[in-house]
Nanobody, 127 residues
Framework: QVHFVESGGGSVQAGGSLRLSCAAS??????MGWFRQAPGKEREGVAA???????TYADSVKGRFTISKDNAKNTLYLQMNSLKPEDGAMYYC???????????????????????WGQGTQVTVSS
């Protein structure tokens, strides 16, 4: 059974850092990644990592966020630096065992029907 446990969210001032973690059940996934959803907005892809460790980022977070995974621990991470108020959202860990057309496509299509989702962790960034 697919199961994710997320942690690491919280409140931080603009310019600060947070690290999110997602402990995943022991399956092999084509892509794992992070999505976020702010109140009144659609869910958007933030970062993805494939089974070989290749990473893809949304333009809005490039240079500030780093996605990584520890295969031994089956844990996904998102290091978020230089946080901005607009980064505040509920962050969701996601994974798919069915290969999408590309990681960029996957990040742009959060309604991909083959996604598994975590319960979310809240990130609040104050100005």
């Amino acid at each position: 059974q697919v199961h994710f446990v997320e942690s690491g969210g919280g409140s931080v001032q603009a310019g600060g850092s947070l690290r999110l973690s997602c402990a995943a059940s022991g399956y092999t996934y084509y892509y794992m990644g992070w999505f976020r959803q702010a109140p009144g907005k659609e869910r958007e892809g933030v970062a993805a990592i494939d089974s070989d460790g290749t990473t893809t980022y949304a333009d809005s977070v490039k240079g500030r966020f780093t996605i990584s995974k520890d295969n031994a621990k089956n844990t996904l991470y998102l290091q978020m630096n230089s946080l901005k108020p607009e980064d505040g959202a509920m962050y969701y860990c996601a994974a798919t065992r069915v290969r999408p057309p590309s990681p960029e496509w996957w990040l742009l299509n959060s309604m991909w029907g083959y996604n598994y989702w975590g319960q979310g962790t809240q990130v609040t960034v104050s100005s």
